[in-house]
C-alpha cells in the first residue's frame, strides 16, 4: 500500500517568513495529493489540492508543487501570519484509499 | 447545513467495555471514513463505505466493526474496547471518493482505561 512520510514534524517561523513542507510517497500510481489543516480540537479542513497531471498550483499565499518522477510534493506558504499556526497533513491517493503523512506543527511567531 | 456531526465529543471506557460513535452528514455524501488519529501518526484509515449499505476494511480494521444502514449515517463500534484503542477518531465524508475533497468531523476523543 501507499506509504507517505512528511518532513519536518515541527516548523517554527517569524511572521511575515515562508514555510515549506515536504512530502514523499511510495505508489506511484497515486494521482491526488491534497494538503489539510487542522487547528486545535478540530477536524482537518482542505486548503489546497493537486492531481497528478499539475505540476503547480497556488491560490493566495499557498502553493503547492508536485514532481512525480522524484515522488514527492510540497506545501509553500508565504508572508506567514500568527492564523497559519496549526498542524498541517500531506496525503496521497490513488483511488478510494488516502494515506495521510504524520503532520506537521507550524508555529508562527508574532 | 451542519456538515459533518460525530456523537460523542468525548468518552472513558473501561478494558472489555463496548461503545458505538456516531457519524452524521447532511450533504448527501456516497462515501464515509472512520479515522484514527494518534500523536506522530498522522491519520490512520479504520473502515470505509462507498454507499448506503456497504463497508470496507482500511489500514487499521482490527477490534473495529462499522455498519452504514442509512445513507447519511456511519457506525463505529468497538465490542471489547482495549487501551491501545484510546485516540482521537475522525469521521469523514466525501462526494466522490478518495480523490476528492473529505470533509471532517470535530472528533471524538476515546480513552480506555
Known amino acids: 500500500g501507499e506509504n507517505v512520510e512528511q518532513h519536518p514534524s515541527t516548523l517554527s517561523v517569524q511572521e511575515g517568513d515562508s514555510a515549506v513542507i515536504k512530502c514523499t510517497y511510495s505508489?506511484?500510481?497515486?494521482?491526488?495529493f491534497p494538503w489539510y489543516k487542522q487547528e486545535l480540537g478540530k477536524g482537518p479542513q482542505l486548503i489546497i489540492d493537486i492531481r497528478s497531471n499539475v505540476g503547480e498550483k497556488k491560490d493566495q499565499r499557498i502553493a503547492v508543487t508536485l514532481n512525480k518522477t522524484a515522488k514527492h510534493f510540497s506545501l509553500h506558504i508565504t508572508e506567514t501570519q500568527p492564523e497559519d499556526s496549526a498542524v498541517y497533513f500531506c496525503a496521497a491517493s490513488e483511488l478510494r484509499d488516502m494515506r495521510f503523512g504524520a503532520g506537521t506543527r507550524l508555529t508562527v511567531k508574532p | 447545513n451542519a456538515g459533518v456531526t460525530q456523537t460523542p465529543k468525548f468518552r472513558v471506557l473501561k478494558t472489555g467495555q463496548s461503545m458505538t460513535l456516531l457519524c452524521a452528514q447532511d450533504?448527501?455524501?456516497?462515501?464515509m471514513y472512520w479515522y484514527r488519529q494518534d500523536p506522530g501518526m498522522g491519520l490512520r484509515l479504520i473502515h470505509y463505505?462507498?454507499?448506503?449499505?456497504?463497508?470496507a476494511k482500511g489500514e487499521v480494521p482490527d477490534g473495529y466493526n462499522v455498519s452504514r444502514l442509512k445513507k447519511q449515517n456511519f457506525l463505529l463500534g468497538l465490542e471489547s474496547a482495549a487501551p491501545s484503542q484510546t485516540s482521537v477518531y475522525f469521521c469523514a465524508s466525501s462526494d466522490r471518493g478518495g480523490k476528492y475533497e473529505q470533509y471532517f468531523g470535530p472528533g471524538t476523543r476515546l480513552t480506555v482505561t
Open positions: 450533504m448527501n455524501h456516497e462515501y
Open positions: 463505505s462507498v454507499g448506503e449499505g456497504t463497508t
Open positions: 505508489d506511484s500510481a497515486s494521482n491526488y
